[in-house]
């Protein structure tokens, strides 16, 4: 366990009593491309029946902690002042910590996980329990409260679908970024828009609403000005912001617009039924009841073009037992539950053995 | 004009007898994003019978100098080092030049040419006549020898078309970057390889031999690895290098390889005939000659599997009148007698009036 390393990181644990109430917690982070969340929530006694609200005894929010985008060091750095501002917040620290479920995105390999897993181990003591999963799993576990069962769908910048099944298999579908064909993303949906009005500047497209629009949100006189404009900074984030402008096209009735919404959505679904196929979530005859979280601003209500509800109607004509659920809780505090629910079936194994 | 500007860039000019044998000279230079050549050409009488072999002095080459890639610093520090190597191998010094032309990627507005034209003018004498256009100018002018007219189709790790009327009217489509839809690329094509790798392991495409190819040649076990490669090191052109993996597949016959070829096919022709169209450069009757150059790696003949061939296939349904034709010189060379075909133009004029 680390002692002063990291300058000051740990210091506030000297200033106080030492567990001093006695209250046992739960970290729970979701690290993301643009921000970062530490949730310290106190252990809650062991039940399926959980309290409304949730308990939380300190939230922290920090940056950038993917280690693709900011690289290793300023991620573990992100990550570990995070949790040391949760735990400070909360009146406590590490010695009260009982696990921690740290959910960041750019964990796609078992590499990445035991990599920050061993990380993890210096920091806290021997007792805590850890573990590492890529962000998405936390999204699943914010809309079903902990559980690890069904498909969870993100289409933010990015996208992913990732499922789990109740005896623990796990599938991811998409999630490997922009260069690897996430058209269902934000960042897709975009670039394809940009896309669009080049070939209709060119002479490749036909005309489209998405030239004035882009050009007269971006502040851009000519369509050959988007090109200067798309490589000056290609961070997937700012891309992405044009997906109101897109979404704005096709509800004004916009041809081009239309298609490329139609395409993410079918991309988006793809992604779902490849996930729930691979696991067989819909059970043998495809009609089982499954749950899909579904997050990120892609799919949140747009006024008539809800990309939402068309993925889930496209979802539903092969597995008619698809149940969408949007979380009421962040995905940090899935990542709390998650680490909560591993302690209750572990404490359940202890006592039927 | 500057003197010992730079460190020592021009400093040889000072050890020399200037313009000690009075050979008049032109520079041409080719600024791609991998490398740089600058050619010096000394002055051929005006005529339209070219010299077989053209007549060079000096041939100098740099690494990259695409503003967008590199930064302006960079870029033009290359560009004067080349240029004063060049003439410094050639025994010659910058009063002896009558013209510069300088073609180099990233020149895509107005704005651009204007910026590198204003920093040459503070490099070479007020009596230079100074050129700048975009790479592709260079190119067409490889196929042409000099002559603006036609168009020419560039695909390597990226693609254009830029095509030139004989009285002056130009156009381009695509080269918008791999961000702005230029499937037909090598880059593009390399991407969709990589793509349908990661569809194929995840369940949303069919599976395809590039999996165990592109795995094997990057010295990867699995296809989760390729997104810690791509995002590793996301240089256009060390993906674009997965080119010949995805022909040999479509020529094992591989159909998702093939299919991917025939998507970039299609993408380069539309280019071409998007400029083709624009300028009329067929006729009234769709059916006039037109000299189509073609350049890059994507295009050069592979073993059975021949994109260059088929993109002509394509092109030449809609019109008949297309020439394709394969420089037999470099694109440096093509911007020296660009320059050259200006001053003729030129001497023409004065000698009319």
Redesign the interface.
Known sequence: MKRYRNGDIWDFENEMSVNGDGVEVILGLDGGTTSTVCICMPIMPFSHNLPDPLPVLARAVAGCSNH?SVGETAARQTLEEVMAEALSKSGSNRFAVKAVCLAVSGV??PTDQERILNWLRDIFPTHVKLFVQNDAVAALASGTLGKLHGCVLIAGTGTISYGFTEDGRE????G??????DLGSGYGIA??A??AV??AH???GPLTMLTSSILSILELS?P?????W??AD?SWAR?AALVPVVVSCAEAGDPVANKILLVSVQELA??VK??V??LGLSGEDGKNYFPLVMVGGVLEANKRWDIGKEVINCISKDYPGVRPIRPKVEPAMGAALLAWNFLMKEADEKFDS
Chains 1, 2 share one sequence.
């Open positions: 693709n796609n390999h599938a991811r579908a998409a490997a970024g922009p260069i690897l064909g670039a394809q940009l896309t080049v070939k060119d002479g490749r000519s050959d000005e988007l090109i200067g798309t490589y290609p891309i793809e992604s490849a996930v196929q691979r």
